[in-house]
């Protein structure tokens, strides 16, 4: 039985400290559960002033701007299929409740601790193994009221099923990592619960793997994740018993009966895959040395043939997200990406590998704009500076 | 004004500077029937190089360009300014490259639906978008009025996005994965009607060709029904294919900050002015008689 935290509104407290903060000049370190701070760069001073060089190490700051206290269920229609919720509202209260109706977040956000938050899930903007089939956390997204960096109470979007009219700001929000604003309530699609859930696993080598992930995605079969963990394709096919049925006769693969968990622990990084690599170097491997070598989120063509660097890959989304664990230099790393034309973020850094940007450097000609749309919902750079890109996102125009 | 227009024909061929007004009659207005107005000109590129010229000399003159796809839409998105130019993007149509093993298509923006479809004949593939008008609704004309795509919002759809914005830089959203890093700017693009930068070229993601499409008449007592009806067919392998737009009510503040977000992206407000902002509910964020924005008085 999980213990729900009673609701709370803390929006005008919250309101009122963005708004003094904004007066005074103070850097807010936004927080919620706390379960994925790992992801993305710190808050740091080198985020408000263009003249520090991004290599010099960025001196945390900030006050924590807790949203724990904004918490609670507002709006839950499943006819509707629309959950509202405040942005401290964990994360599993949600699907708990959603679990009794039959019902899911399509997305599969990944948790990384029992605390995580409904906010924190959509400023980081993660999706689980059913993002290519069921969509993102972008995609699940109907609206959100904000705080901007000037303390002011903003809803964009709605709470309906169904695209919205008119410039979709709240989806801007999904992944922002915070920059653009506090989350104080969001809107989300729900999905009904596939009545039947069955996992088949196929013993591949790795060019077989992206062959046959590729052929299933492009067939009508009720898929919803598709993954290669070094030894199988593991294919998930959810829907109606009668559909998942007729689509397992046609699928080659043995059925495993711990299916649910296995996703679960690819979703939260419990895979074996994510708890084995360490450091190759002999004198290291006493337990307390032991450190993890850098975790990397690859984003690819599902079908991208191996890239060929050294370290152990994990391939979900039918190929198109890859984690992959190397030692290998960042530079090699991200040019080995940028080649295929996708992007590679460092996601867990255990070693704290130190002058090495999180998060894939902008195509040129895109900072400009990113540049304006901070300036413009937190014009004193208060809002998690330095979160998203560490030295860039707050510099003026003309001091470019 | 007539400078102008000898630039563009220069640069575009005279043949893609349509002024007659026999010709000009056709593009009067969109599926928004009561706003028709006369553009000064309708200009037909070819290329993605020919809509760079076509903003660096609109751009230079200060002349209003409003970009039409295939003018199917009923938010007046198409309709032209009469003091300034429409950019008509029927000429980019062509498919690009269909890529079955990663299940894209890259298209020209002025390709149709249709024209989509039957050149996805045979792949086992579709586009995920059904539509009334696809005979004739263009690809970038529908990701610009967010509308028509299922299962997943329309942005879920798109793999990479090249567009152009004011300033005529040729940019590009997405990239040959899932996500991209940054703010995500897709969404904004799709239902700004064209307003913060024009659509040339768009990766789609394909989806598995259905076995079957069958139409289904169902009687719907409310809306609370219709949406349910919908998600419970989700999982049971019948997608319906649309769902209307619906329209937020904005207050003024959150108004002030639509039009900043359209200034970002177009300081002079040259890009389908007066279009981006079809909104009810608040006064302040409706088009002015002219078809100019009304832009409130206070900057956020």
């Not at chain 1, 049925?245 to 649910?260: H, N, P, T, V």
Request: glycine fraction near 10%; aromatic fraction near 6%.
């Amino acid at each position: 039985m999980i213990d729900f935290v009673m609701p709370q509104d803390a929006g005008v407290e919250l309101q009122e400290r963005v708004a003094t903060a904004y007066r005074l000049g103070q850097p807010l370190r936004i927080q919620c559960g706390n379960s994925k701070a790992f992801y993305g760069e710190s808050v740091s001073s080198s985020g408000c002033s263009g003249s520090e060089s991004a290599k010099r190490k960025p001196l945390v700051v900030g006050e924590v701007l807790d949203l724990r206290q904004h918490r609670g269920i507002i709006d839950y229609d499943p006819q509707d299929g629309v959950i509202t919720v405040r942005a401290g509202t964990p994360l599993r209260q949600v699907n708990a409740l959603l679990a009794e109706h039959g019902q899911i977040l399509g997305f599969e956000p990944p948790h990384f601790s029992e605390q995580a938050s409904v906010g924190g899930c959509v400023a980081c903007g993660l999706s689980g193994s059913a993002r290519p089939f069921l969509g993102s956390v972008r995609d699940h997204m109907l609206g959100c009221s904000i705080l901007n960096g000037k303390g002011e109470r903003l809803r964009f979007g709605g709470k309906r099923v169904g695209p919205a009219a008119g410039l979709d700001v709240a989806r801007l929000m999904v992944g922002a990592m915070g920059s653009l604003g506090v989350l104080l309530e969001i809107s989300l699609k729900t999905l009904p619960a596939p009545e039947v859930e069955l996992t088949l696993a196929l013993p591949t080598g790795t060019q077989e793997a992206l062959d046959v992930m590729s052929a299933r995605a492009g067939k009508p079969l009720p898929l919803t994740a598709l993954a290669y963990d070094g030894e199988a394709v593991l294919q998930r096919l959810a829907g109606s018993a009668a559909a998942v049925k007729q689509a397992r006769r046609k699928l080659a693969g043995d059925e495993i009966s711990s299916g649910r968990t296995w996703w679960e622990d690819v979703r939260e990084q419990r895979h074996y895959f994510f708890q084995a690599p360490f450091l190759q170097t002999p004198f290291l491997q006493t337990p307390f040395l032991q450190t993890k070598e850098p975790l990397w989120r690859l984003s690819l063509a599902p079908a991208t043939l191996p890239l060929g660097l050294p370290g152990s890959w994990f391939y979900d989304w039918g190929g198109a997200l890859r984690w992959f664990y190397s030692a290998a230099p960042y530079r090699h790393i991200r040019a080995a990406v940028e080649a295929e034309g996708g992007h590679a973020c460092l996601f867990r850094n255990e070693r704290g590998i130190d002058g090495v940007p999180i998060f894939h450097p902008l195509p040129s000609g895109l900072g400009l704009y990113q540049r304006r749309l901070k300036q413009l919902f937190d014009p004193a750079c208060i809002l998690n500076p330095g979160r998203l890109y560490r030295d860039s996102e707050c510099r003026s125009e003309n001091g470019l | 004004m007539r400078e102008a227009i000898q630039q563009l024909q220069q640069c575009l061929g005279i043949d893609a500077v349509l002024q007659d007004p026999e010709q000009l009659r056709a593009y009067a207005g969109g599926g928004l029937t009561n706003r028709c107005q006369w553009p000064v000109a309708v200009l037909l590129p070819d290329s993605v190089a020919q809509i760079q010229s076509i903003l660096r000399i609109c751009k230079s003159r200060r002349l209003p360009v409003v970009t039409r796809g295939a003018g199917t839409g009923d938010c007046g998105g198409a309709a032209p300014r009469p003091n300034g130019v429409l950019l008509s993007l029927d000429r980019l149509n062509r498919i690009l490259e269909v890529d079955p093993r990663n299940r894209t298509a890259t298209v020209q923006a002025g390709v149709t639906h249709q024209c989509l479809l039957d050149g996805l004949a045979g792949s086992g593939l579709y586009s995920g978008a059904a539509y009334v008008t696809q005979d004739t609704t263009t690809v970038a004309g529908s990701m610009a009025k967010n509308t028509g795509a299922q299962p997943a919002a329309v942005s879920g759809h798109i793999i990479n996005l090249k567009w152009m914005d004011a300033d005529a830089n040729l940019l590009s959203l997405g990239g040959s994965g899932y996500d991209a890093p940054g703010y995500d700017l897709l969404p904004l693009l799709m239902g700004s009607e064209g307003g913060l930068g024009i659509i040339v070229e768009v990766t789609l993601r394909l989806w598995p060709r259905p076995v079957q499409h069958t139409p289904l008449l169902t009687a719907i007592w409310n809306r609370a029904q219709a949406v349910r009806i919908v998600l419970m067919r989700l999982f049971k392998a019948i997608i319906p294919s649309q769902l209307p737009n619906l329209c937020p009510q904005y207050n003024d503040t959150e108004c002030q900050y639509l039009h900043a977000i359209k200034t970002c992206f177009d300081p002079d407000l040259l890009l389908n002015p007066g279009t981006v902002l079809p909104l009810a509910g608040n006064p302040s964020c409706q088009m002015d008689d002219q078809g100019g924005v009304a832009i409130p008085p206070k900057d956020p």
